[in-house]
């Protein structure tokens, strides 16, 4: 059994969405990041950076429980498990390898930073909002280019490289990124949705989704003194 420990957030919804193809047994432990759940005692034994997602198995590689934390971890954790989506050919997994690091080294820090200095700041800075909305476009370029070239990122088959970054592109596209100038990328991402499994994975606590701009408490909480408090 895994025991995951999430958010509707993208680097919770890729694990959310490797577990519904993989058809592993999990159960959903919600951390609420609105709140400060994540700086739980108990949270930071299986996750010490105090992000979400986690998971533990049950049923780890030596029959004993496992923690695992950081998503792109987790996506290779059970790609191994399952022998799914993560190829044992050193070749072909290396190759899926560099574009989940690419998820976790680009993807996910610049349309996150995106998001933050557009929506989340409580000053609207030109210089910032500029230089990560063009860091962002730039990356889809990079994506659009490779898809061109493929069916998907690492490749003809599907695999955790287009899990990893397939929710933050759905993000970016929601929040009016400039996704449809893009038709490689479009058409990778209109593949992926249509996948039951994605469907699926992307409604895991989709009802919980944060509503609306944030209050004072919330702020401090995500991105002032009780994320920085020392733990």
Known sequence: MIELYTWPTPNGQKVHIMLEET????????INIGVGEQFQPDFLKISP???????????????????IFE????????????????????????LVTQWVMFQMASVGPMFGQRGHF????????????????????????????????????????????????????????????PVAEFANLTRWMDTIAARPATERGMKVLAERRRQGPIDEKQRAILFGKEQYARR
């Not at 992000?51 to 029959?63: F, V």
């Not at 792109?72 to 072909?92: D, N, S, V, W």
């Open 23 to 30: 058809g592993l047994p999990y159960t959903v432990h919600p």
């Open 49 to 67: 950076n105090n992000k979400m997602p986690a998971i533990i198995d049950t049923d780890g590689p030596d029959g004993q429980p496992i923690s």
């Open 71 to 94: 998503s792109g971890a987790i996506l290779m954790y059970l790609g191994e498990k399952t022998g799914r989506f993560y190829p044992q050919a050193p070749r072909e997994r290396w």
């Open 118 to 177: 557009r929506n989340y700041a409580p000053e609207k800075l030109a210089y910032a909002v500029d230089r990560y909305s063009n860091e962002a476009k730039r990356i889809c370029g990079v994506m659009d280019r490779r898809l061109g070239e493929s069916a998907f990122l690492a490749g003809p088959e599907y695999t955790i490289a287009d899990m990893a970054c397939y929710p933050w592109l759905a993000s970016y596209k929601a929040g009016e990124g």
